[in-house]
């Protein structure tokens, strides 16, 4: 090596020394913009919307593929992320992550179809280790089997910016683990009182009061459409009080029927309150002027505008029967 490739290299060698130097004095700290978000929409947890939702069903164990899977797990999660979704959040807003090396592992690939079948295709679903690096609003953890790395834990327990849930048999974590970590999280979700004692709580955007727990998939459909059970009671523009279920969208659509009558004969309008009358098509008998005929003739349309519709009685010069009506130009 010539005496100005060692000088070079030298110098290289300096410099990264001198970063590396640097990169070994920062200070990490926690991401702070996430202290200004508000709590996660139509859920009540504690203030920085982290939950654990325990539940004490069976894993499946497949001795083929050596893997655990859990439709306990996959169908209550898909449910709450039909119930996010009806809270406002894009789909894309919202990731489910799923404690497996593999992204064709079996508990991915039913997730998949699982979402897929319920139309929520744009909510991703990821093995952790696939999931490393990224980040998204609301993360919901499906703890399948058990984690003992404790950097695969860090990946699994991170990158949610408003809101993240985690569904798993605490029993079987507890027996199957025995790394330090677990036992340091076990210890703190009973100290913050993060268990979320079996279930999450929905709370409704409307009557923030009304609190409905969920402990499975089915316990959902007493949240219809993201909300509770309760009557709606908003008053529409029009006055009167909205007489469905609460609901999140269109609160200012009245649904009763349309109460104002139409023309001289008083038929009442077929359309709902707020919609625009359309002028009145009930039929009632009229004569027509022209020539004297009683007709249907829509309630709106004026006799001197109604084309009569019997059929034309007049010969024409070939003496052969007119096949026109009587209101038509030609035979008028």
Request: charged share 20%; glycine share 6%; hydrophobic share 35%.
């Amino acid at each position: 090596m010539l005496a100005y490739e060692r000088a070079a290299l030298a110098k290289k060698l300096e410099t990264y020394k001198r970063d590396v130097a640097e990169l070994a004095e920062l200070t990490f700290q926690e991401e702070l913009r996430v202290l200004q978000h508000s709590r996660v929409t139509g859920m009540t947890t504690t203030e920085s919307s982290v939950l654990f939702i325990q539940h004490t069903g069976a894993e499946t164990h497949d001795n083929q593929s050596k893997s655990y899977s859990s439709k306990f797990e996959a169908c209550f999660l898909a449910s709450l992320s039909r119930y996010l979704l009806e809270q406002g959040y894009p789909g894309s807003a919202i990731t489910i992550t799923i404690t497996t090396l593999s992204p064709c592992h079996r508990q991915v690939m039913k997730t998949h179809t699982l979402m897929k079948s319920r139309d929520m295709r744009k909510v991703a679903v990821h093995a952790v280790d696939d999931f490393q690096g990224e980040e998204n609003d609301i993360l919901l953890l499906l703890l399948v089997g058990f984690l003992q790395d404790k950097n695969r834990l860090c990946v699994a327990f991170s990158w949610a910016s408003k809101g993240f849930y985690r569904i798993g048999n605490l029993v079987c974590i507890s027996a199957g683990s025995t790394s330090q970590p677990w036992a340091n999280i076990l210890r703190l979700l009973q100290d913050k009182n993060l268990g979320g004692d079996g279930r999450a709580d929905a709370q409704c955007q409307n009557h923030p009061e009304t609190l409905t727990g969920v402990k499975s998939s089915a316990d959902f459909s007493r949240v219809p459409d993201g909300h509770c059970t309760l009557r709606c009671a908003v008053h529409l523009p029009r006055g009167h009080p909205c007489t469905r279920h609460c609901h999140p969208r269109d609160q200012d659509r009245c649904q009763l029927p349309c109460a104002r009558l139409l023309s001289e004969h008083n038929h009442p309008c077929p359309g709902t309150c707020p919609e625009t009358c359309l002028p009145c098509a009930k039929e009632v008998e009229k004569v027509i002027p022209t020539c004297g005929h009683w007709q249907m003739v829509p309630c709106s349309v004026p006799a001197s505008e109604w084309v009569c519709q019997v059929p034309c009685e007049q010969l024409p010069k070939c003496e052969h029967p007119c096949t026109l009506h009587c209101g038509s130009p030609a035979s008028a």
